[in-house]
């Protein structure tokens, strides 16, 4: 085979043949066409959904977004494939940043007829994000404490709605994130890292469809999609190590094409098998849930969940619905 007609057979569409290509796709060594493009990143939200028993038509299905690339695209792609899907916004109160978050959202969810939930955290927390940020301890992270509060709050709403609860997590986040924990051999977490949390004593099915989709598959899609998305990047982030291990894997991304899909789809597999863990490591982990004495919420400390310890700390009683 010539140079020549490499160059031309590399520039065909490898699903339809057309001419018309607008992605090569590095890791996959994959060309394609927009239409075909849309149909590949479809194929991999489903596959990450059958592969780990996600849900099922039958299922109500929640989305958490934040008016970012990620979670719309979720959101748009189960709206697309049929499923019950309804979505859920926290406006967390980051000057400058989650007004403009909200206006996107909505302005999506109407477009597309899509029910959204908006859950204002100054009303249910006594306080916006932007100022629990500034009362936090030297050292204390606001996107570790933003999670705890976004995680009890649509596990508070799923509980209610009965339904699945999907979030905008993808495999650089999944990468990410394992590449931490083995860092730092953080057994406990390795145990329990999942793209689905079952639902037991309080905590509602927690799934992340785009676990085999990056997050420049994910910005492609909404640009071929027409999706208008929140690009900001949000003040409070600053100093997050999550950033710090997402810019290494995609530095080894860069030198070894595919190697994130393989490091993370590796690590279910072999999980999935048995080869990683112990009974003994699962059993260790297995802690005895009780419910917080305030809110009923479950924990695994004694006497408060960490959002009403937080309450407390931040001298809020937090009381109120927080929901619209
Ligand atoms: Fe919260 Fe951190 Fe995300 Fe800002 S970047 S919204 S503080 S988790
Ligand atoms: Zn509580």
Redesign the pocket.
Do not use: N, P, Q, T
């Given at each position: 085979m010539g140079g020549k007609s490499y160059l031309i057979r590399k520039r065909r569409c490898r699903i339809c043949g057309s001419r018309d290509v607008e992605v090569f796709l590095r890791s996959y060594n994959l060309t394609l066409c927009r239409k075909d493009f849309i149909s590949f990143f479809k194929k991999r939200v489903e596959e990450g959904i059958r592969f780990f028993r996600m849900f099922s038509r039958d299922d109500k299905v929640v989305v958490g977004i934040?008016g970012g690339k990620d979670s719309l695209a979720v959101l748009d792609v189960l709206h697309e494939l049929g499923y019950d899907v309804e979505a859920v916004f926290i406006d967390?109160g980051?000057h400058n940043v989650s007004e403009k978050a909200r206006e996107v959202v909505e302005k999506f969810c109407e477009e597309r007829g899509i029910i959204l939930t908006l859950i204002e955290l100054e009303r249910g927390f006594g306080l916006r994000?932007d100022e629990i940020?500034k009362r936090l301890n030297r050292g204390e992270s606001?996107?570790s404490i933003?999670?705890v509060i976004?995680r009890y709050y649509l596990n508070k709403f799923c509980i209610e709605k009965d339904a699945v609860l999907v979030t905008g997590h993808t495999l650089w986040d999944e990468a990410a994130v394992l590449l931490g924990n083995l860092v730092q051999w953080k057994i406990e977490y390795l145990v329990r890292q999942d793209a689905v949390l079952p639902k037991e004593e309080g905590f509602v099915r927690k799934v992340k469809p785009l676990i085999f989709v990056g997050e420049k598959e994910t910005a492609v899609y909404c640009y071929f999609r027409g999706i208008d998305v929140f690009e900001e990047v949000?003040p409070?982030?600053k100093g997050?190590t999550s950033r710090v291990y997402k810019r290494n894997i995609l530095s080894l991304e860069r030198e070894f094409p595919g190697m994130i899909i393989r490091f993370v789809k590796g690590f279910y597999k072999n999980k999935k098998r048995g080869m990683i863990f112990g009974r003994e490591a699962i059993d260790n982990v297995a802690k005895e849930v009780s419910l917080c004495q305030r809110c009923g919420y479950p924990t695994i400390a004694a006497g408060l969940c960490k959002v009403c310890r937080l309450k407390e700390r931040l001298g809020r009683d937090g009381k109120g619905s927080c929901c619209e």
């Open positions: 934040s967390l980051i994000m940020a606001a996107c933003c999670g976004k949000c409070l982030s997050a």
